[in-house]
């Protein structure tokens, strides 16, 4: 199926950024859902069409998260909500339509519709440890007193984004330590120059910790030999893998860093959403 | 002479993160000037006392900039005016003092005092740098829609800013031009693997600009050739290097990012105020 | 079972590294098969002895690879030969062997004995990337006549391989492409600023290009397009990945660099095999 | 004055890489002086012609270094010896002569010539910075029997060529200590992320050691201190830096690493040639 245009329907600055770089690519976009957007460069090549334009375009591209009530679109700029339902009627079944994870929309919502989940493709993944890590990055920046440059910074876990935040971190000319359980995750971060560490128990002090790993990984013990004086910043998903409590009476602050890419480089985000659906359509040829 | 106590009168969060650090190396440390300061980590260590004891220290730390008014220390966190004149009969001509540039008051005021300027220090300039760099690229990832990692970066300047500057960003994979007159510069930027321009004037597209030279580098044609999209961070101390105006026109961003060792790293900041101190100290035996 | 002496029979250098590595850590080390190695600073620490006494160590370290002519040991500083019959009569079935791939010994030969090959441990391979890495980029150093700093360089295959010699590569500020036939490796090489390209047919001429993809890349068209002024080394085992005739027509020199742990750097060598011996003991604890 | 034609008279393997990188340019070049060297891709732009011819060139490129036994040119490649006052005679004294250091030539041999030292333009220096840095980490891959990568390295000196080495090894992946008196130079190192010392009189085991000061650095008592199992490398011209007598007591190898751009990057070391021979012709206009 040759795509001519894409309607891009609903949520945030990412989606902007998407819609940009596909209409600067030279494709017709159809943009619905942000009308209460104020008008800048990002703005200046995709002007707002209705609904049904947007509907009617070749493929369709839904926000990320695709609700974040189980009803609506999640459309942060729309002045109205957008029911989801209503979207899914006017968009028909014949046309591939993208969308991040479902959120709390049930699953038979979305039944009938050619959808295709941004995160089905792995270079999405990948790419958007880049946006992560560097988010991680900003934030310590603006938490901690000191510089990244000469910090002592731990990294725990060396998966997609441990290894671009370890590798930009060292970059920036910390003094990075990484630590991850499997010792073949050791030896690969050995083999570019980290220091690594198996265990977290042993008596150290960092100044920034970074933590990837979905696992309660930072326990009180462990928090009272290494963080005492360190700033905290958890990337992996909720509950993360820091005990809020005992880093509360430790008075360690912690911070729980989530959706960076959306926050911290939307547009480098939207380009991410962009490469993940032309690749899917790629794929389908 | 023999120091065991230092007066740190006046300053920013700067001199107290000096003041702590000088406290853990096992001095005396006298702070008066900080009644102000809300308590928190930084402060632990130091408390407050008054004026007269701390101008009777072995030697006296004062604050960078000096004064902002001509007549009282720069002294953000005190509840009262310390007056100059005050402090200087107080301190007395025997003794070390430490300060940072004069800022607005009159060379006169300071006769009599054994002045030692942080900026007479060599390493003080060459530390110094990183947090500077450090700062702009803060600064950077707050106000750019992208990440640094893969943007296009132009480095004006490769003195000891543009040098730190250049190779952090490189450090964290962005894409990094350096603009240098002198080709020797440029052969030095060469040898560590940064792409160099000796000519602004030919077209080219760039998302982040750095500019560290304190002359007029980007007139408006500059600007428009490339700059358009860019975002503009201007160290040179003021006017700049940038044509305000032009890129006011152009629509172009432009921060004029200043003092930023005390503003985004205090803390090293300190530590380099420091060991400037100590320096000049240990070449007075 | 607690080991408190190893026997190291037969091998090359890289044995000789070992064997002092694991005498440092204060086990006692039988050596057999290197009466022909001239006594220098790797042989001061551990003596040879005769074979029954290495076959009666707690634990046995074989050659890598285990023969070369599929009877005897491959021990090329022995003035004798060593059967590999005789050995595994002495070692009896009850302890651990470790040793390298088989090579061309008839795999009956092996059964009986508790044998553990190197290649089973993942580090091994992942460590092992490093010296194979360095020993490539010695090989350019060599044959090439300008420097890898500021060179065009060509790494096909993001493999454990890939990955660290495209990071050497830029660490030594060549301008390295990465040539990934997979769409996420090519995201996570993006990701740590390689460039990549997903096509060789593209025009572009690189002047040093590593392969290591065990599968014909470079045919005679690739290589008309990107290398005829290009140093090959190709790191991928026998037969390789370039069209050697193709290669010789257009008067490309391509070299097979193979086995260069062992001759790059037997100290590294050595002792990644005295850590998967290790870390194989571990696990049977 | 206008240059259309090159005449390149002696030298060894740079010149040649010189006279091609210069007929690419566009230029005529005339080439003496290399009638015994086996014919390769060097040489296949640029055929030999006789001395009047080349010496009959807009402007005249002699060798580096210009003599040896202060008679004749350095020509290797020449069967015949090119005597310095028949080449002088041909030339006149109406146009530019490009030279390395006068070498054993006395000083009055010149007189007349309009002559230009290579040295004589800062970018020759800084340039050649890179082709001996890299000759000096090519020597110790092929010395030391460890990896680079890991490696514990000491750089003594932090000047044009101590930064770049340091950089690069750092770029490997080494573990580098930078020894200069100079604070600045220690600071200026720290804020690019490399460890520092300011006295190596403390005890320290360095694998690898640099040695870029022209001064007696490594005498007996600090070798005994931290190069016991150590290669040492000398860049700093003869006698160099290192008590060889006490290091052969030690029995630590020793090697003296002269001229390396010329042996290690012959093409590069021919390109800064012709660099710095352009940015002498513009220097004049």
């Known amino acids: 199926m040759k795509i001519n245009t894409f309607g891009i329907i609903g949520g945030d600055k990412r989606q902007l950024y998407c819609a940009r770089s596909i209409a600067q690519d030279g494709y017709g976009v159809l943009l619905y859902g942000f009308d209460e957007f104020e008008p800048g460069k990002e703005m200046a090549m995709v002007p707002n069409c209705d609904l049904r334009s947007a509907a009617d375009a070749d493929a369709v591209i839904l926000p990320m998260p695709l609700s974040k009530d189980g009803k609506n679109l999640y459309a942060p700029y729309s002045s109205d909500n957008i029911q989801f339902g209503e979207v899914t009627a006017l968009i028909g079944n014949k046309k591939p339509v993208f969308c991040g994870i479902n959120g709390s929309l049930a699953p038979e919502k979305t039944a009938g519709l050619y959808l295709r989940r941004y995160s089905d493709c792995e270079d999405f993944a990948v790419a958007n440890a880049v946006p992560?890590?560097?988010?991680?990055?900003?934030?310590?920046?603006?938490?901690?007193?000191?510089?990244?440059?000469?910090?002592?910074?731990?990294?725990?876990?060396?998966?997609?984004?441990?290894?671009?935040?370890?590798?930009?971190?060292?970059?920036?000319?910390?003094?990075?330590?990484?630590?991850?359980?499997?010792?073949?995750?050791?030896?690969?971060?050995?083999?570019?120059?980290?220091?690594?560490?198996?265990?977290?128990?042993?008596?150290?002090?960092?100044?920034?910790?970074?933590?990837?790993?979905?696992?309660?990984?930072?326990?009180?013990?462990?928090?009272?030999?290494?963080?005492?004086?360190?700033?905290?910043?958890?990337?992996?998903?909720l509950p993360g893998g820091?005990?809020?409590?005992?880093?509360?009476?430790?008075?360690?602050?912690?911070?729980?860093?989530?959706?960076l890419p959306g926050k911290a480089a939307p547009k480098t985000a939207g380009i991410i959403i962009k490469n993940a659906v032309y690749h899917m359509l790629e794929d389908d040829e």
Chains 1, 2, 3, 4 share one sequence.
Not at 136 to 141: G, K, S, T
Not at 245 to 257: D, G, S
């Open 242 to 259: 820091v005990d809020d409590e005992a880093a509360k009476r430790l008075n360690i602050k912690v911070i729980h860093a989530l959706s």
């Open 132 to 237: 992560t890590a560097e988010g991680a990055i900003e934030i310590a920046m603006k938490e901690y007193s000191g510089t990244i440059n000469g910090s002592k910074c731990l990294v725990a876990g060396y998966g997609r984004c441990g290894k671009v935040l370890a590798a930009m971190l060292k970059g920036m000319y910390a003094d990075v330590t990484v630590y991850a359980r499997k010792s073949s995750d050791r030896a690969a971060a050995n083999a570019v120059g980290m220091k690594t560490v198996s265990d977290l128990s042993e008596d150290n002090e960092y100044e920034l910790i970074f933590n990837t790993v979905p696992a309660p990984v930072f326990s009180a013990q462990i928090l009272a030999k290494i963080a005492t004086d360190a700033i905290m910043i958890d990337l992996a998903s």
